[in-house]
Every structure is written in C-alpha cells, then in structure tokens.
C-alpha cells in the first residue's frame, strides 16, 4: 500500500496517522505490525505529539545539529544546497514500526505518526506502508 503527500519543504511537519489508519483498515489484516516508510534522503518519518511548541523546539534542536547555512561536503560534490536535509534525515530516520490490534493502532494518546520534509522545495512524496503478522 502507498499514499502521495505533498509537502512545502524547509521543515514541514505532516500528520499522517489519518492515512496510515485507513490503510490499515483496507489492509484486512485484524492485527500485526504496521511498517510505515518514506523512500527520501531528505526527509524523516517519526512518532512525536503532534504540537506547535515541540515542531518549534524540534526544529531549532535540529537547526544547531545542522544548520541550513553551513558548508557541506555533499553540496561540493553535488552542486546542490540540501546537505543540511541529508544529514537530518539520516539523524531521524525514515520508518517506523507499530503494533495493530483489532485493526487499531495501538499508539499513545498524544502520539502521531509524523512525516517531516527538510528539503527546499515542495516535492510530492511517496509513504509505503505494510501490515505484517
Ligand atoms: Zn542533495
């Protein structure tokens, strides 16, 4: 199963859980593991409580690991200016694995399962996703 998002780019923050649950539900499978993953290097897929103060520290955290305005080696191979992206997609990740039960995620109250683009530019972008057991 795969679902299209479109994202603005320069840390966007997009809630998916909504997507993922109607996948599972199309899925058929009553329980499992959910593998939900993102196919970018320049983009993170976690879990985190979806809200406007944690997006804000979140990004700053992020923004001193490594800042948009740096040099990057990646930037002198390839020409392009998304070093900064790369490096915190690698940091964060892009997939993550829940349990399903009774055709429910089975995740906390305040937890959502969260795409972020760090690239420059909007981009449409792909989710993969799979419901094992
Ligand atoms: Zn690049």
Request: net charge negative.
């Amino acid at each position: 199963m795969r679902f299209q998002i479109e994202t603005k780019g320069h840390y966007d923050f997009i809630d998916i859980t909504d997507q993922v649950a109607s996948c599972i539900a199309r899925s058929g499978k009553a329980g499992g593991t959910a593998f939900v993953f993102a196919p970018g290097t320049t983009c993170a897929l976690i879990t985190m409580e979806y809200e406007e103060g944690i997006i804000k520290d979140l990004t700053a955290l992020l923004e001193r690991l490594a800042p948009q305005n740096t040099e990057y080696e990646h930037h002198k191979r390839w020409g392009d200016h998304n070093g900064a992206a790369h490096i915190k997609s690698a940091l964060m990740g892009t997939d993550v694995a829940l349990p399903v039960q009774n055709r429910v995620l089975q995740i906390g109250t305040w937890q959502r399962i969260v795409f972020i683009d760090f690239d420059e530019r909007p981009r449409t972008r792909e989710v993969i996703m799979e419901v094992f057991g």
